[in-house]
């Protein structure tokens, strides 16, 4: 419905998701399906249909070339609008920046409705090495183990809770990995712990973690391998055609060592939202894309993310990090995962919850706040720890926070203190 989308090309499986979205519209489905339902058409057929004559177009550099929906994770996703010469720029930033060569093989663990996963692959396509291209969803860590193994790859991309499960596994000792020159991370924060595991498990193996945004093309910054270990939990420094500036809500840069929000200008930077003028004017506002990223730069020029804008809980007057947060409670062994989200509060007016996945003995609530208090300020420490089986994710494995505060939002609702 936002998209104008005048066709969908759709697996067997999504075939009547599909005639829904549909909704009787004229739009047409292919599926690869061979058989198709009644209004769809078989791809393979339609593609048997070809000319014998290339088509004779011009493209132009800021012509559309992607219309890729942001992962909603705060609101409706919107669909950035990025052109040619973002994609070839983006490409050009990951061939210089990774150190890409014409014999890579490339395999991500990112699915290809995610800006990571679809242009990781064009470096490669662009310079003529391989891309083992993995299914979408339903990871699974020994699969992929055995597809770096078979396929000889050199060059592979997973998020941190996908690195963690991987370099978990008793069989990662065993499977023949020699061929990997460089593990890259990203798409979401990394524990310390998984870091350290990650590069204990492939201590040959350059780690590199490459940070960025759908409306960036992707990337943006890039933490070498030589500064892995040294710069821990940075994000690295800009790439090369991506300018940046660490800026207050007045524009101003801020001083080193100092929490702004990351401003972005330069090729790679979208053309706007799709039909969603509004959002477009405030991300542009003073001429730079706003990321809505909050990050602090050390004197050596390295970014470190603290949290996203959006995120950020003002409670009592001061500023709460939920990332700083959830990276501390995430060390308490009893906890598998965490998550930590603002809800209203009669006193503080906002304050900060963790809603855990636990492990073994579970921890109690009073255990986990006292265990926040003794390694933050106490006015960062959750006011209450709730308990679920899962925390409820996207289809790019991002954590809903929205739907975490729905959900605890009355939490303290009637409470006078």
């Not at 009644?38 to 593609?47: C, F, K, S, V």
């Amino acid at each position: 419905s936002n998209s104008d989308a005048v066709g969908l090309i759709v697996d067997e499986s999504l075939e009547p998701l599909a005639r829904e979205a549909m909704g009787g519209s004229s739009t047409f489905i292919l599926t690869l399906n061979s058989d198709p339902m009644p209004g769809a058409d078989a791809y393979e057929q339609a593609l048997a249909l070809e000319l014998d004559v290339e088509p004779d177009v011009v493209v132009q550099e800021d012509e559309l070339a992607f219309l890729m929906y942001t992962s909603g994770t705060t609101g409706l996703p919107k669909g950035a609008m990025l052109t040619h010469r973002n994609l070839v720029a983006n490409t050009t930033n990951w061939i210089l920046e990774i150190e890409a060569r014409l014999d890579d093989v490339w395999l991500s663990g990112l699915p290809l409705f995610h800006i990571g996963g679809v242009n990781g692959i064009l470096p490669f396509i662009y310079l003529g090495g391989t891309c083992v291209i993995t299914s979408s969803t339903g990871f699974d860590p020994l699969d992929s183990l055995r597809q770096i193994e078979r396929h000889d790859v050199t060059i592979c991309y997973f998020v941190p809770t996908q690195w963690k499960q991987i370099c978990s596994l008793p069989e990662v000792s065993s499977v023949d990995t020699s061929k990997l020159r460089k593990a890259l991370w990203g798409a979401s924060q990394a524990p310390v712990s998984t870091l350290e595991l990650l590069t204990s498990t492939f201590p040959s193996v350059g780690i590199v973690n490459a940070f960025g945004q759908t409306e960036m093309s992707s990337n943006t910054c890039f933490l070498k391998a030589g500064d892995a270990v040294r710069k821990m939990g940075s994000v690295g420094k800009a790439c090369v055609n991506v300018e940046v500036r660490v800026v207050n809500d007045a524009m101003t840069d801020v001083a080193t060592g100092q929490i702004g929000e990351i401003v972005y200008r330069g090729p790679t930077v979208m053309k706007g939202y799709y039909r969603n003028e509004p959002a477009t004017e405030e991300a542009f506002e003073g001429g730079w894309f706003h990321s809505g990223d909050l990050v602090r730069v050390d004197n050596e020029g390295f970014i470190t993310v603290v949290d996203r804008k959006k995120d950020m809980i003002i409670s009592g007057g001061e500023n709460i990090y939920p990332a700083e947060l959830e990276l501390v409670l995430a060390t308490h062994p009893g906890i598998v995962e965490v998550t930590v989200v603002g809800v209203p509060h009669p006193r503080w007016v906002a304050t900060p919850i963790a809603v855990v996945v636990a492990v073994g003995d579970v921890p109690s609530e009073a255990e986990l706040i006292e265990y926040a208090k003794s390694r933050v300020a106490s006015y960062k420490k959750p006011s209450a720890v709730v308990f679920v089986d899962v925390l409820p994710r996207n289809a790019a494995g991002k954590v809903l926070r929205r739907e975490l505060r729905d959900q605890f939002g009355d939490l303290f609702t009637g409470e006078s203190s």
